[in-house]
């Protein structure tokens, strides 16, 4: 095998004629100067078609390669420009790399690899670049998948749902679809606009497919749901009705708390701040006791509860209306339906403000609720996905915009992850 057939082979080229190899003394790297193949030149950039050559475009670049042991590896070329019928006058594509990169197609798929498998700093010293570098080709690899593979595609059952990826009120609309648990879709935004973009690319005939849309019980989901997904069910997540429950009670608690004895001690010297003493020092550590499902009380809290029953019938009746509502979800179907009529009718007479509110609140996605308790859909594997966001945010710091971080989401979770280059 000649030399050039061995460097051919070493690099990974394909389509692809090397012409020398040196060593670069200030680069400190091995340069393998190449060129397309005849087939392969004059192509637009972007669209890959013939176009006739426009100019010598900047002279010859270099693309960074995968390493040689030790030593760091870079293509050299000329990079004309052709005037594209299309896209204008643009730069030449070449076989080896992808339009507007500077690292090889090989380089950038090990480094999305790396990225979605692997810390950040490990990624970085492996392959000696910054981390800003690594956001740019995760986004080339994951534009490149989805150019190539439709993700919307067979959607009947999905979830949606908002997580916050960075401060300054900065949220991404993530959707899941249940039948394959894959991430197929995220973008920014947290309102009727930015989800409208999503089924914008879903289309009018596959959003009329969709059978069932699980979320919380946010009104600009149900909007554009209803809009958009005419055939589709809407199912309330019973994880989020319940914590509206658990919130209703906190008012409440809080209430009794402000109204209990000893809410205000007497300020002493060497001590900064007051603390509660008597009812409202009880009622403040019964905090979690009121949280918890009774099956996980210790024996503490279960004494704090009977206190509560005992010393506060108001607050003891708020408890009872939360776990009313969460005995709705347990029991499910039609028994689920009357055991949230009866708990409507208490909620409505209890008096209780925050429990009045929330009974209006549940009337008005009644029907999405009912539907969870026929079809048993929640948003748990919404929220496991975010969960999994949350820690791919951490390791996105520093990347420049929303894109990058999508474009890790949806290597990491979607249904088409990177591969490792050489490998089918």
Known sequence: MRNKSVWE???????????????????????????????????????????????????????????????????????????????????????????GAGHTRDFDDLAAWLAVRTSKSAVMELLRVAWRTVGSIVTRVNADIDATVDRLDGLRRIGIDEISYKRGHRYLIVVVDHDTGHLVWAGPGRNDTALHVFFDE???????LLTHVSADMADWIARVVAQRAPNAVRSADPFHVVACAIDALDIERRRAWNAAKGRHSTRTVGRPHSRATGDAKHIAQARYALWKNP???????????????????????????????????????????????????????????????????????REAIDAALDSGLSQALVESTNTKIRLLTRIAFGFHGHQPLVALAMLALGACPPHLPGRD
Do not use: M, N
Not at 202 to 208: F, I, N, T, V, W
Not at 306 to 328: F, S
């Open 202 to 208: 879903l289309g009018p005939e596959r959003a009329a």
């Open 9 to 99: 082979r070493a690099c990974g080229l394909a389509r692809t004629v090397v012409e020398d190899v040196r060593f670069d003394e200030v680069a400190q790297a091995v340069v393998v100067s190449v060129r397309p193949v005849a087939k392969a030149r004059s192509r637009c950039g972007r669209c890959c078609r013939r176009a006739p050559r426009y100019d010598h475009g900047e002279g010859r670049r270099r693309w960074r390669a995968l390493d040689l042991g030790t030593t760091k590896v870079f293509l050299e070329a000329d990079a004309p420009r052709v005037r594209c019928r299309d896209h204008g006058v643009t730069v030449a594509a070449v076989p080896w790399a992808r339009h």
């Open 295 to 365: 099956g996980d009380l210790t024996g503490r809290q279960r004494h704090q509860l009977d206190w509560i029953a005992k010393t506060d019938q108001r607050l003891w009746r708020a408890y009872l209306l939360k776990e009313g509502l969460r005995y709705v979800f347990a029991v499910k179907g039609e028994e689920g339906k009357t055991a949230l009529d009866q708990w409507t009718r208490w909620a409505r007479r209890s008096r209780i403000p925050s429990f009045v509110h929330l009974q209006r609140k549940i009337a008005g996605h």
